[in-house]
């Protein structure tokens, strides 16, 4: 049908000055009012211009939106580190964007010293410290490897690793076990506690649930997160839901394994009483979903958001392996009974590969419970989901959110819109001690800074600028 | 110090609620320590961190609540407990606002939600492509209140829009009608078959004004931006208005006002103007012998109505001349009488004759002048001169301290989104002049409809009051200040030495 606005109602949406709204008012011609922002780096202008204009750019973050959004992730095993992700000994990953040890916070060192000593039991922290300080010891971002981490994220040679494959690619991506809530390696605490832990993880825990996993079929990951999100996760600071789906679809064959009933018993009780277990299965999920769409020319998707407790960096489809960073704030939330602002450490971890790919504070709608880490009501949930389809460029075709009948949740955050609108990601996140040792402390939401948006914005221009005028 | 500790068999809280809840506790005044929580492995071994014997809790399991309180005195404690109560209990009974409609923050999304059929945009220049180019893609309309688009992206919005089959009016466009409802200045029409596409708003205004006065009712007026029949933009969004105007069964002639465009654009234009069924009406202002009067006076020859020729109305003072000052809210109607006094009179300087367009440079000129306070140059990020008369005020307060008289020619325009009372605005200003200038004379035209909030009489009677010329039609006012320059060209020299 042709264009037929000049016989049509008026349906009028304004973005802009206060009088023109006033004169359709006056006309009982009520308008949808936008909030307009200036963006934070008016320079961006031009830039912004060129790519709204553009239908290839459009093109490309469609083809984007279809990689974020069809991967197929499945646990297929466990292996080490070592095996999995080729990590030689005195090479330690860690979460976020790539550090130097100088610039390290509290628990990402505590963390190390701890993998270091997980090594070498011969070994003493302040030795550990010594070989990163003179560079014998080398870190590495776990994003680097394919791989994901939670917090510190920090990853040793020998530690166990969730094996995830995309059913779709055979892209491959890999997580630690998760190893509970309070004094733990991805906090940053190291006594002998958390290095005993993680040694049974090692002997007893991750060999069971290498067996557990291939007694049956690869276990599918997504419909778990489906139906976590129906059931009050968002899965990335609540996975209890999660967790229980998972124990649920491996329970049986668990229990049938051919080992020592205390042992199992064990197993199936460390899962059951730490309710983020699943937390280290869905990030390989995402990473998997989030790196299928890296290396689209033109799209300006982010593909990775990650904490290392100093650097917030981020990754756009179309700039390559360029990470974009801005200095970590501390996240807003609430703290364990005696610990106070002052202890919490700058943001941390790999985790908000969930909301890279749609869940974490993107489905905060589907988790009202956990509004309250920030004081609000269950409306922040619907208006937090509700303010980040503004800067998304799709919806979720598997995860829905009953509470916005059953809408996809906002999936593929563009870059190009969180400069435009100042309004950056919504994320969840767990909150750190800032010494290290100390473990977790608390829960809430942190603000991403903005300036890696607009930088990977100005650098997305440059590289993009003859691709821009070739469509 | 007294510690208290409590456990509460089998009830469930989530753990956040809980966590808040032992936030607020300690926040009370005599409390020293809390911690609500479930009884998992972890809380309990947090309770003896905190100096609490937990082995007193005695067996828990996960579905317990412990509460646990260290405080001043028995009744702080107490006290505090009941406080607790009462904010666990209203966790499941508080009422909340309910959630209204989303705020976007971006046109793309706002048009999506609201399955909106126009964007009307008046963001800062650099900032509305990307919000257009969204509303476009999302299958809106868009109007560009706003100017400082550059025209390569004007190009770009017009073919996105083209490539949609969606028209963009504007950048700069000030005044558009659809459905009877005005955008941005428009004034109060009464309906009618007749519909109006303009490169110009106050060229728009003026001709709907006449027109309306003759009896002539308006269907639609669409805006399409000063630039648009420029060879660069190739009149991309004049020819999508013909076509939507030439399908609405509503309209039964078109007019078209714009500045001569492009050879080439007129070629196109043309070509498609004698393939519509729709006849058409043009307009170019600027070209010589052509005004918006004469334009709406055509319209109702060709259509059989009769014309009623523009009211004027004369203060009676002879005509003892001075040297012209124009100052014009409206950029048509400039350009128009501009071009008038011109053909006449001889040449009358416009604004890119200053280096700087300041009030004190404009009453030091000594030649006749012509000047848009509408242009870029003087707004200067100040609001329209529709809205807003301060500029033109201050200029009119200078020129009564100047000794020589001038012709002041200026236009009042009313309708929706202008100023509630122009000629009130700027009367104490003109009383002023006319007083310390005897000599002096001051035209005014005036474009509205006897239905505009202004009140197109009060207007009219301000003016004259004050001992104006006021008249409807832009170019007759323009044509008696011609004429009159000619009369006295010359005779006042001697007052500017």
Redesign the interface.
Known sequence: M????????????????G??DD??I??S?I?????????SD?SL??I??S???S?AV?KANEKALTCLTSARPHLIGIDTAANAVDLEKGTFLHAGPPIEWERTSGPLRGALIGAALLENSDETPEGAIRLFENGKFKIEPCHHRGAVGPMAGVVSHSMPMFVIEDSITGRRAYCTLNE???KVLRFGAYSKEVIDRLKWIEKVLAPIMHETINAGDPIELYPIVSEALQMGDECHNRNRAGTSLFIRAIGSNLIQLKRPSSDLAACFSFIT?NDHFFLNLMMPAGKLAADSARDIPGSTIVVAMARNGTDFGIRLSGTGDEWFTGPCAVPKG?????YGPEDANPDLGDSTIAETVGVGGFAMAAAP?????V?G???LA??ST??M??ITVGEHPLFRLPSLNFRGTPVGIDA??VC????VPFVNTGIAGKQAGVGQI??GLVEPPIKCFNDGLKRYGEVSKVWLTSQ | MLKHLELRRDVYYDSVILFQASSQLRELDGIDECLVAMATELNIRLLDDLGFKSEEAGNTSTSDLIIAVQGESQEIISRAIQILDTNLESQSTSCSEPHGTQVHRSLGKAVCTANANLAIISLPGPHVTPEAADALREGANVMIFSDGVSIEEEQKLKALAASHDLLVMGPDCGTAQLGGIGLGFCNDLSPGQVSIIAASGTGAQHLSCLLDTSGIGISSIIGVGGRDMSDEIGGSSTLQALRMLDNDTATTHIALISKPPGKKTSRRINKIIRSLETPVTIGLIGDPGVDLTKVARKIATTQNLPFRKPRLKLSGAPATGGQLIGLFSGGTLASEAGQIITDTAGPVAGIDTFEIPTPQAIVDRKDNVILDLGDDRMTMGKPHPMIDGTLRRRIIEKLTLKPAPRLLLFDIILGFGSNPDPAGEIADALDGFLRSHPKARAIASVVGTSRDPQGLDQQWQTLTALGCDVYESNAEAASAIALDLLANNGKFEDAHA
């Open positions: 042709p264009n037929n606005l000049v016989s049509s109602e008026l349906r009028i949406v304004t973005a802009g000055i009088p023109i004169a359709l006056n006309q011609s308008p949808t009012t936008i909030q307009w922002r200036l963006p008016p202008a031009p912004l211009s790519i709204a204009l239908d459009t509970g809530l309070g009483s609430l703290l364990f009974p005696g419970a956990i509004v309250k880490f004081g009501t269950s409306d619907l208006t509700q303010a389809y503004d190009a819109l435009r609108t100042c309004q608390g829960a």
